[in-house]
Structure formats: C-alpha cells, structure tokens
C-alpha cells in the first residue's frame, strides 16, 4: 500500500512539474548563430554613393550578416565633396534605410537621434524594438538603444576632435577628451546603467569610440615608433559597466585593428557576462572593398542563437 501511495506521488510531481524544468529546444525556424557586424561606412558610404551602393550590396550579400550596427549612417556630400541640403529629395539616406538594407536581405530599420551629418543605424533580419533614439546636446552624433530577439544593442559614435564639442577656438588639449568622456556616461546612465533596465542581463554596446584602450598599451609600444600614452578615460569607465571587451578577449594576444592604416583601435564591441557566455569568435575584418571605402574596418562577431526570446 505504501508503495503504491509513493508511486502515485512522484507521477503527480512529475505531471506537475514546471515546462521550463524541461531541456529547451532551439527553434528550428532561427539560425544556429547570429552573425553581428559593426561598420563606420564613412559618409553614408560615400565612395559608392554614386554608383547606386551597387558594390556594397554586393559585398553586404557575401557577409552574411543578421544584425548591422552603422556608423556615419546619412549620405551628405555630393560627388565634389560639398554638403547636401538635409532633406530627403537631396539625401537618399538616412531616409531610405528600409529600401538598401532589404537588397542585402535585411527587412527591417531603425536609425538613431538624426541630430547632424553622423547618425547611427541599425539594420536586422529580426524584428527591431527601438527602445530609445538618444540624442541632445550632451551628444555629438548621438546614438540608439534597440532589442533584438531579446537583447539590448546600444549602437554609438563619440566625439572625434581633441577639442571640446562647442569651443568655436578649437583649442586642442583635454577638452575633446572630456566630451567623450561625458558621452560615454550620458549613454550610459540612459541604457544599462538606467534602474528602469535594471532587469535586463543581456546587452551589447558598439561603435567608433573614438578613444583607445588602456588593454592595447603592449600593442601599440610595439607597433609604434614613438609610442604614446593614449587617455583611457572613456573605456576604463565603460568597463566597470561592461565586463567584456568582445574583440580584445576572443583575441587576446594578437591586434585587432579597427583603422584602415592598421596602427589603432577605436571600435569596439562591448558586452555583459551572460551575453559573452554565447559568442563563438570576434574579430576586426579587412578586405579590398572595405580598404577603398571607408577609414574604418567592420567588427564582426558570431553569436548562439538564440540568446533570449524575451
């Protein structure tokens, strides 16, 4: 009788135990890895900007790629390097976002605070949720918060110059450094830092930093021949948030420039613990097209999918 009453016990337990309790399956209908590329496409991909960005859907095509955080996202000069009026008849993009990134297969857009010459974007195979366009004056470009099957992808591009954003004298010293300093925890407090977010574990922030890192000192002692003492303020900053310097740690001992020239990094990918826990491999790509078109060599890096549905 005993026995009995314990067997029909654990059949109810087992009937009553929880679905998530219970190995997951992948979804069949989503790839077995995400493949995420970050690119500053200089001037709104200026140098095939006349020839109907026929050679860069070509090249989009052979990357593969499901999820594209853009850098220099609105075409703004003409074929003599004079400055577009702002409006859609003059600049086909950032307007027509949807139109190019669906000839590369990408079916939907979002683009970021449109507050000058250099806004950001973002093109995906999956459905985007923009969860914030972040711009103002405490901004120079601007910048995008978006989630992707789940995952909050911060896209950014600091403050270039050494002065500060405003100084009408251009007095170059710490004042540029400052700025983006600023920038950094302005996006910062908005996003991952914001207690509104506090929930989320999954984040990944990317973009032209503009600013080196204090991980590539050894590298640059090496490569250059009068090495210099970078400031390091923005990413020392970013990384009591983000443990993870993506390209650097799936790379630790060798380079991964993010210039043409091949002599600095100043894009990167960074990220949470339990997103890194998913990333196969990243690295910094190079190849003839992007050499011809833009200063800047695209990130790329191959994720397990999914991460979260959430």
């Not at 309790?21 to 209908?29: F, I, L």
């Not at 806004?119 to 004056?137: M, N």
């Amino acid at each position: 009788m005993k026995i009995k009453t314990v067997l029909c016990a654990l059949l109810l337990l087992g009937v009553m135990l929880p679905l998530s309790a219970k190995p997951k399956k992948r979804d069949k209908s989503m790839p077995k890895t995400i493949r995420v590329m970050d690119f500053n496409i200089a001037d709104g991909m200026w140098k095939d900007q006349f020839n109907n960005y026929d050679e860069f859907v070509r090249w989009m095509k052979g990357q593969k790629v499901d999820v594209f955080a853009i850098c220099e996202a609105a075409s703004h000069w003409n074929e003599k390097k004079k400055n577009l009026p702002k409006n859609e008849e003059a600049r086909y993009l950032p307007y027509h976002w949807d139109e190019l990134a669906a000839r590369w297969g990408h079916k939907y857009t979002a683009l970021g605070a449109y507050q000058d010459n250099y806004p950001v974007a973002i093109t995906s195979r999956f459905p985007i949720e923009v969860v914030q366009r972040i711009g103002g004056k405490q901004l120079s470009h601007g910048a995008l918060h978006v989630k992707i099957l789940g995952v909050n992808y911060v896209v950014l591009h600091l403050w270039p110059m050494s002065y500060r954003k405003g100084d009408k004298t251009k007095t170059k010293g710490k004042g540029g450094h400052e700025f983006r300093l600023s920038e950094i925890n302005y996006i910062m407090d908005q996003t991952i830092r914001n207690p509104k977010y506090a929930g989320e574990e999954h984040w990944v922030m990317m973009g032209d930093f503009n600013a080196r890192s204090p991980k590539d000192i050894a590298f640059y002692d090496e490569i250059l021949s009068k090495p210099k003492r970078y400031n390091n303020d923005v990413h020392n900053a970013v990384l009591k948030v983000y443990p993870h310097d993506v390209i650097f740690d799936k790379n630790p001992h060798a380079f991964q420039p993010s210039t043409r020239g091949g002599k600095a990094r100043i894009d990167y990918i960074y990220c949470t613990e339990k997103f890194y826990k998913a990333i196969k491999r990243a690295y910094a790509y190079t190849d003839d097209f992007v050499h011809r078109t833009s200063d800047h060599r695209p990130l790329i890096m191959v994720v397990k999918q999914p991460i979260t549905k959430k």
